[in-house]
C-alpha cells in the first residue's frame, strides 16, 4: 500500500499561506487512501504557480508548456491507458493559454483528472488578472480595472456535457480530497476547478472572502440533471457551491479507439516483418 | 488544388522507356474534358504535340490539325450508357493513339471499379475499347508514338507523402497527431488507413500546438511518435519544438512546404521554410533536417529519421514540399532489408541493475536512458520544460545549467554529425560544373546534369541529410567546389537559402544561384535554359 512519505517531493517555493500548500497535500491524501502507487501516475503541469506542483510530489511527471497540459495528458493517456493521467493547471494556463484544449479535451472524453488551481489572478508573474478575475480587479496590468467578464468554467464545461464537473476549495481539505477521489476515480474527463487565494496579488478573493461564501452542495444534489447543474455553476457571488456539479457516463476516448482494446499501445509490439506486405500494395 | 469539383485542374503525367525523374513543361498529349483546358495549355503543346477534345462537349470544333475531335461524350453514352464514362473513353483513346494495348487498363478498371460490381466494370472496359478503336482509326500518324512494348515486371508507383507515411509505419510509429493542411494531410490520411490494420493511433487535433505537444506526450508515455504539416502550421509547432528539444523527447515532423509568405499559395510548391525550420524553436538545442528529393529518399529518410531521434532523443524533420509530395514515381522496389529498428525504450527487464533511475543522467554522450513510465517497474520518470536536474526537478543553479547544456546539445549534436551521409554526387568524378541543390530539385538536376552531360564535365551534388551538414573527412564536398569552375546553387525559392547554409556552415559562398519562387517546380527544360546563361 502507497504511503503518505512515499509522495514526499521536493521543498515547496510557494509564498507562505499559500492555497496550493492545502491543494498538494490533499492530492497526495487522495492518491494515497485510493491506494494509487507512485509510478501509477503521471502528473502533467503546465507553467504557473501550479505547475510547479508535481516537483513537490513523487510520481511521472511531465512538467511541459504554458497552457499544454491537456494535450501532452490526452496522448499519454492513448499511449498508455494503464497509467492514472492526471494534469495540473492554473486558471491563466488553462481558461486562457489553454482555453482551446480545455474544449476539445471535454469533447474528447479521455479518461484523465484536470485539477485546476484557480485563484482568479496571475501569480507567476505577479499580479496580472486571469480569465477568471472578477471586472473591475485593478493590477499593474489592468490600470482602469479588469474589463472582460469572467469566464465561467464549470457553466462553460456542463453546456459541452463534460463527463463530471466539480469545484472545490483549499480551504476545506477534507471534502477537497474527497472531491479528488471522485474525480479521479470517475470514468472519463474530470474537471475539478478549486478555489484558492493568492496570498501575495489577489487582494479580492482572501481566504476570509471565500470561507464566507462557499458551502457544499445539497446531499440531495442530484448531479445526473445537466439543466440543475448549469443552473448551480451560474451561482456565484454571496453563496457559491463547492462539490460535484455534474457527471455523466459518457464513452471515453480510449473506449472509442479500437486499437487499444485489447491492450495499450505502449504495450504492442512492432517488427518490419510484419508490415513488408504493404509494399506489395503500391506495385 | 483546393478546387473539388469547380475551377480548372490538371494531371500530368511523363512516361519513357528509361527513368525519368522530373516534369517537363511541353506537352505531347493534351486530354481536354473542357474547353478552358485548351486554352490554359496549347500553350505548351510540343512540336508534334496533339489535342484530342470532344467538340461537342465543349460546343467548339477546331480545324487545326493538331486537334482530333473524339465523341467523349457520346461514346460514353452509347456504350456505356453513363457520361460519367467520358473519362474512361479518354484514357482508352490515348492508349490507341500511343499504340499499347489495353490489358493493363482492364486490370486497373477491374480493380477500381471492383466495389460497383460487374456491370460497371464491363461498361467501363467496353468504353475503354471504343475510345481506343476510334483513337486507332481518327489519329492515323499516331503509331509513331515511339513507345516500347509494355514489360512484364511491374513497377512500384508511390508519392512523396504515401513514402513518408509508409516509411512511418515501417519504422513502428505508433501515434500521429496533426491539423489537417495542405499539403501534408496525406501523410495523415495514409496512416489513418493503415490505423486499425496495424495499431495506430491517429489523432487529429484541434490546431498545431495540440498536435505536436500530442506527439510530445505520446513519446513521453512510450510509443514512437510523429506530428506533420506545412509551414503555417509549422509556425504555430515551433513552442512545442522547443519542448521537445528540452525534455530530450524524440519525435519526427514532417513539414510539407508550399510557398508562404501566410496563407501563401496553398497547393503549389516552395523550398523557403529550410531556414525558418533550422532556426525555429526559442532557445538552443539539437536538431536534425532530412529533405528527400525523391519517394524512396522520404521512405529510407524517414525511417532515419525515426533511428535518430530514438538514438539520441531529438527532434528530427522530414521537409518536404508539394511538388515531391504529390508527384508519383515509379520504382522497381523498396527493400525492406534496409530499414533499422532499433527499440531504444526501457521497460522494467531493461533496466535491472539501474539503482535509481534520472531521466537526464549526465553521460559520456549525453544520452540518458530513455524509461517508459509506468512499464519500468518502481522507477519514476520526470522531465520539465524548466531547466532540470538529472532526476528531473526543476532547477536555477548556473552549474547545473552548464552540465545540462552540455549533455543536451555541445555533447550530442557532434555524434549525431557522424551519422550523416555524404552529398551524392552524380556525374562527373571531377566535375567542372557542379549543380547544387537539396531536396526536390533532385530529379530535374539529374536530367539535365544527363542532358549536358555530353557536352560539359558537369555533376550534381544533392543533399538529402541538409543539417546538420555532413563531415567532410569522408568525402570534402567543399574542395569539389572550390575545384570547380562553375559551382551554381539552385533553389526552389527567391534568396538561396541553402546557399546561405552551405556558407554559415563552411564559409563557401556560391557566385551563382538559380531561384525559382513562382510556386512552380523546376522543369527540365526551364532550368535547362537558365543554365544556358552559364554554360
Known sequence: MPTFEAYEGQTPTWCPGCGNFQILSSLKKALVELGIEPWEVLLVSGIGQSGKLPHYMKCHTFNGLHGRTLPVATAAKLANHSLHVIAVAGDGDCYGEGGNHFLHAIRRNPNITLLVHNNQIYGLTKGQASPTS???????????????????????????DCSFVARGFSGDQEYLKELMKAAITHKGFALLDILQPCVSFNKINTFKWYRDRVYRLEEDYDPSNRLKAFEKALEWGERIPNGIFYKNNRETLEELIPVIREQPLVRQKFSVEEVKRELEKFY | MSRIRGGHNFYQIRYSDRRVTASKDSVDILVALDLNTIEIHRKNLGEEGIIIYDSESIKKTFESPEFIDVPFKKIALDVGKNRVMENTVATGAVLGMLGTGLDALEEILRTAFKKKGEEVIEKNIACAHAGYDYAREHCPGCEKSGLSEPQDRKLMLINGLQAIGLGALMSGCKFYSAYPMTPSTGVMNFLASKAEEYGIIVEQAEDEVAAINMAIGASFAGVRAMTGTSGGGFALMVEGLSLAGMTETPIVIAEVQRPGPATGLPTRTEQADLLFILYSGHGEFPRVIFEPGSPKQAFYLTNRAFEIAEKYQVPVFIQSDQYLGDSQWTFEDFDPEKLLYNDYRLREKDLKGVEEYRRHALSETGISLLAVPGEAGKHLVVTDSDEHDEEGHIIEDAETRIEMVRKRLLKKMPLIRKEIEAPLLYGAPSPKVVLVGHGST????????????????????HFSQVYPLPERDRFDYIELLEKADLAICIENNATGQFA???RAETGFGFVHLVSRYDGRPFTVENLKEELHAYI
Open chain 2, 442 to 461: 533532385y530529379g530535374v538536376m539529374k536530367e539535365v546534369v544527363d542532358l549536358f552531360s555530353g557536352e560539359q564535365e558537369i555533376a550534381m551534388l
Open chain 1, 134 to 160: 472578477a471586472r473591475g480587479t485593478r493590477s499593474k496590468a489592468q490600470p482602469f480595472g479588469a474589463v472582460s467578464e469572467p469566464m465561467n468554467p464549470l457553466a462553460l464545461a456542463v453546456s459541452q
Open chain 2, 500 to 502: 546561405k547554409l552551405i
